[in-house]
């Protein structure tokens, strides 16, 4: 097969399965007329790595018990040259043997939980794959929305004020968590640490609703947090595209939604069923703000991306006060709905050159990696190391005889 294969990797075990499958399916409708092949790798909600023609058709999700039945199971295996593939693990006929894939580059397409914390990225890092988007670290810190605020805090970006706190934390102590949040002050905000697309994601006037949201968000999360809501809020975003050494910032978006905060209706059902992600959201693009909060916003985008260690294209998310215009670093979204690519036609860039940027960062960045040295040429397994741990298993016991 051509070593142009191109994996856009999606679904997966998230409360945000179906939102993944919109932003791969706009992907690879965007990547048809390029040099490379493009090939599915569907990870199903029960957590099955499927592949297959099939699953490159968007009309083909209405039904997934039936489309997972056309599907073929796969996994990332190695060739007889060592080199990683994408091997479907299931014959197509009785004379026929497993189809594999040499893999240019994976597209991770994932949102929330599983695929855009790191654990995605971290096989591909085991089997020394490029892949799109920011790596291991910058993932996981960016899906932990309170480490995420800490690190900020610590360099001086403000936050809202707030807590978090574990379900076990809840279920012993619900009484001093009710005090904390009266101390804080009404209203508040409840969201899961480890979501997007603001799911779980509630507003509470009074103790009352605060116990009720707090309930329907553990079941999506153990680990929950609290803030001060900021009334009139304004939320404005903003899109970086590149790496620490080479970036540059989009325009700033508003989103507009039924009410202050956005729910997950708001960014994905504005659109009447409409198949565009996120780019289906009410928005306000370029943002009606003013020349130095669009700068402020954009500085400290590119701030925060340098300070995640975040590569790719990414999205950042602020909360201000429409009256103060006091701004707030909410969170960054290192695979960002749709890709963000709606804010780069802003600047002139189309999904289609979006995710090929995406692509050629990868791979620069996978040859970056494989040019440093990846072993110390030692051997620690030699018969003097055998004899040694030897040693070490004798002195054991001679020291429990004693």
């Known amino acids: 097969m051509s070593s142009r294969n191109l994996i856009v990797a999606f679904g997966g075990v998230s409360p945000e399965h ?21 090939v599915p790798l569907y990870i199903s909600k029960s957590g099955r790595w499927l592949t297959g023609a099939p699953l490159l058709k968007m009309e083909n999700y209405q039904d997934l018990d039936a489309l997972i039945k056309q599907a073929t199971p796969c996994t990332f295996s190695h060739d007889e040259l060592g080199k990683a593939v994408l091997l479907e693990t299931e014959k197509r006929g009785f004379f026929s043997s497993p189809q594999s894939y040499s893999i240019h580059a ?11 914390n790191g654990s995605f990225q971290g096989t591909c890092e085991m089997y020394n794959i490029p892949y799109a988007g ?33 379900e076990t934390e809840w279920v012993n102590d619900q009484k001093s968590i009710l005090n904390i949040a009266e101390e804080l002050g009404y209203p508040v905000i409840i969201k899961p640490v480890s979501l997007g697309s603001s799911i779980g994601v509630m507003k509470a006037a009074h103790e009352d609703e605060l116990i009720d949201a707090v309930e329907t968000a553990f079941r999506y999360d153990e680990n929950l947090m609290v803030e001060k809501a900021i009334t009139p809020l304004m939320e404005i975003n903003c899109s970086v595209l590149g790496h620490a050494d080479d970036l540059k910032t989009s325009v700033c978006e508003r989103p507009l939604g039924t009410d202050e905060t956005l729910s997950f209706e708001d960014k994905y059902q504005s659109d009447n069923g409409s198949q565009k992600g996120m780019a289906s959201a009410d928005r306000e693009i370029p943002a ?16 925060i991306f340098k300070l995640f260690r975040a590569s790719g294209v990414a999205r950042l998310d602020f909360l201000i006060n429409a009256n103060s215009k006091e701004l707030y670093f909410n969170e960054i979204n290192t695979i960002p709905g749709s890709f963000s690519f709606y804010l780069w036609e802003e600047s002139g860039m189309n999904m289609q050159e979006l995710m090929l940027k995406l692509v050629d960062i990868a791979t620069k960045r996978h040859q970056k990696k494989v040019g440093r040295i990846r072993s110390y040429d030692t051997n620690l397994l030699d018969e003097k190391a055998v004899k040694g741990i030897k040693g070490l298993k004798g002195t054991k016991n001679k020291s429990s005889e004693n």
Do not use: W
Request: a negative charge; charged letters at 20%.
């Open 18 to 38: 179906e939102v993944s499958v919109l932003s791969a399916m706009q992907v690879i409708a965007s990547m048809k007329d390029t040099q490379f092949n493009i």
């Open 106 to 116: 994976v597209i991770p397409a994932f949102h929330g939980s599983e695929g855009e």
């Open 288 to 303: 009606d703000i003013s020349d130095e909060l669009t700068k402020n916003i954009q500085s400290l985008s590119a701030d």
């Open 134 to 166: 920011s790596n291991v670290f910058a993932s996981s810190l960016g899906m932990d929305k309170v480490k995420a605020k800490d690190i900020c805090r610590a360099h001086g970006i403000p936050v809202v004020e707030g807590f978090d706190f574990y």
